[in-house]
């Protein structure tokens, strides 16, 4: 959905503002008592990359609350109204492993932060454009972003290393150097 998402507004304010839109914006991931319940939560570090891959650069990802206590639960797997137990227990286990999880990706992406900006004023170096008045940090490298909207040299580095040579879980169904390759030879 955030791919056509992307598409519609392309059409309406074209591709360059389009991806600057999407670039800035803050995307909000949320895992529903339904989406963990229903086992559709294994998808969740998937997502992340792919809204990643399509120009998300400041996704926020949420945990679940007490699953065990909702009312399709307490309807559906309790005998006397209390939580279930078993779900109250994966939620204490899942949460823990979402925070990791999304440690994980922040360190597969090679940085200290994707928060802050290398160069900027203001909170996370967000305000204001890079300039001589600006903080700047020691090791841009570090950074995934090197001013308020911009990727850091790195993470394009990253971004463009994905297309060409990534591999079916972050290029599907695939990259860029196997359709040119395939092209070459028609």
């Not at 227990?89 to 990791?100: H, M, S």
């Not at 297309?163 to 695939?174: D, E, V």
Request: proline letters at 5%; a neutral charge; charged letters at 15%.
């Amino acid at each position: 959905m955030f791919e056509q998402y992307q598409e519609r507004l392309s059409a309406v304010v074209g591709a360059k503002r389009a991806k600057k839109v999407v670039n800035e914006a803050l995307v909000l991931m949320t895992l529903g008592g339904n989406d963990f319940v229903n086992n559709y939560f294994l998808a969740g570090s998937y997502y992340s990359e792919r809204l990643y891959e399509l120009g998300a650069r400041r996704v926020l990802v949420t945990g679940t609350g007490p699953l065990g206590c909702v009312p399709s639960q307490l309807a559906m797997r309790s005998t006397n109204g209390e939580c279930v137990p078993v779900l109250q227990q994966a939620t204490q286990i899942f949460n823990p492993l979402l925070d990791n999880m999304t440690k994980d990706l922040n360190s597969q992406l090679g940085f200290v932060t994707s928060k802050m900006a290398c160069c900027g004023q203001g909170p996370y170096n967000g305000l204001g454009p890079c300039n001589p008045l600006s903080s700047l940090c020691s090791n841009r490298d570090a950074y995934a972003f090197w001013d308020a909207f911009h990727p850091s040299q790195r993470a394009l580095d990253f971004i463009v290393d994905g297309i060409f040579k990534g591999t079916s879980n972050l290029m599907s169904p695939m990259n860029l150097s196997t359709i040119m390759a395939m092209d070459s030879n028609i």
